[in-house]
T-cell receptor
């Protein structure tokens, strides 16, 4: 059973469209991270959010941490083919120790 | 500065064979992790080591053993491989340790080891 539920599992859109990926849990996390993974490689960190209600922007990517620190979302504006990849969220309770990953959302952006 | 390195990159085993997956990091990190990744399952933690000399079980430790050889190296051993252990294995590291944590720290991943057990 995944402690962190990601939705949707798969998303296919055309270049220029917007998309949102969700990461939900019934548990409270001290921090939540978003990673992007490309085929044949390890995940690479995009952002860490630690404060309830926090919004972080990374160029066309906007990340939000829920007020209760149980959920998060990733919004991509005007998607590009380079945004194609597996997006993973990971939560942690405390400032050290284990991370809990969601199952991931596979995003495919076509020209 | 190579970051996190893993060997081998790919391995085929027969059921019952044993092998050790090697992982090393050159960032002077305290914590190291072993994950497996299966389709539709994301990353599941097998074992982790919060500091040199300590190891703890993760979500799916059965069938695996680990050794934190020194601060740099963290190995994963399959004593008797089973087809259910066919997966992609990732090693990762972070700077934190018990008593000295960082909410904003980055988890650095190796390139992975693809294991097929027949």
């Amino acid at each position: 059973t995944q402690l962190l539920e990601q939705s949707p599992q798969f998303l296919s859109i055309q270049e220029g469209e917007n998309l949102t990926v969700y990461c939900n849990s019934s548990s409270v996390f001290s921090s939540l991270q978003w990673y992007r993974q490309e085929p044949g490689e390890g995940p690479v960190l995009l952002v860490t959010v630690v404060t309830g209600g926090e919004v972080k922007k990374l160029k066309r990517l906007t990340f939000q941490f829920g007020d209760a620190r149980k959920d998060s979302s990733l919004h991509i504006t005007a998607a590009q083919t380079g945004d194609t990849g597996l997006y993973l969220c990971a939560g942690r309770r405390g400032s050290w120790g284990k991370f809990q990953f969601g199952a991931g959302t596979q995003v495919v952006v076509t020209p | 500065n190579a970051g996190v390195t893993q060997t081998p990159k790919f391995q085929v085993l027969k059921t019952g064979q044993s092998m050790t997956l090697q992982c090393a990091q050159d960032m002077n990190h305290n914590s190291m992790y072993w994950y497996r990744q299966d389709p539709g399952m994301g990353l599941r933690l097998i074992y982790y080591s919060a500091s040199e000399g300590t190891t703890d079980k993760g979500e799916v430790p059965n069938g695996y053993n680990v050794s934190r050889l020194n601060k740099r190296e963290f190995s994963l051993r399959l004593e008797s491989a089973a087809p259910s252990q066919t997966s992609v294995y990732f090693c990762a590291s972070t700077p934190s340790r018990p008593g000295q944590g960082y909410h904003q720290e980055t988890q650095y991943f190796g390139p992975g080891t693809r294991l097929l057990v027949l």
